[in-house]
């Protein structure tokens, strides 16, 4: 099948349906990344085709992709009528360590379908069997705060000794030592770009950073900052992903 599609898109390139079912075809064979190519050439097409936005959220969740999943998913209007791509929004949240956003997404979910059961989101819940759900998460939500101060620092994070003392010198030493570095001509301020798959430890090693010297930490995601729009079409420009 998907031979014969390709085969019937070399002569019908612009053949938006036929490269959906092409995409379709794709997904249900686990071959995200194709898929994801397949959804993105039918954007740039039709960058309102809410059809391919929605195979493009379950193409990047399933590599993993989560912060530009979630980009996608929120540019959809009518969202919160797939509970399917709600519980990969949830799933992408979660992963992400976005527990406040993860957790609003649960309720919702659970709004719509009180007996939904999902192992990984279901571990949102404080283990009370005497509260309900609703009550369960409130608890939750209530002691999560974006902006925190962390109580670890580089002595919970093991190894990565080489990054902790260019963080030491870029970042922390400046901060304990202003008037020094004043005093050499140096600039307190700037930053350190970590980078890796996610669960390798970015964001701990961010909040050990922040605990080394006692200050505050807010995490944000990607989506918060990115549309997924910028250096489109829109903008005259190549767009990527």
Known sequence: MIDNLREALQQSPDNIPLRILLAENLLQAKMF????TEYRIVLEKDPNNSKAKR???KSYFEQGK???AIVVYEELSDREKD???????????MRN???SKAIEVYKNILALNPAFKDDELDSLRKTNPSQSAEQQLADIENGF???ERPRINFDDVGGMTKVKE???????QPLQYPDLYKAYGKKIGGGILLYGPPGCGKTHLARATAG???????SIGIHDVLDMWVGGRRTQASRSF
């Open 33 to 36: 990344a194709e898929a994801e």
């Open 55 to 57: 195979g493009l959220v």
């Open 66 to 68: 989560y912060s530009i």
């Open 83 to 93: 509970m399917e791509l709600m519980v990969m929004h949830a799933k992408s949240l």
């Open 97 to 99: 360590d976005e527990l």
């Open 145 to 147: 705060q974006e902006v």
């Open 166 to 172: 260019e963080i030491n010198i870029k970042i922390i």
């Open 212 to 218: 080394q010297i006692k200050a505050s930490f807010i």
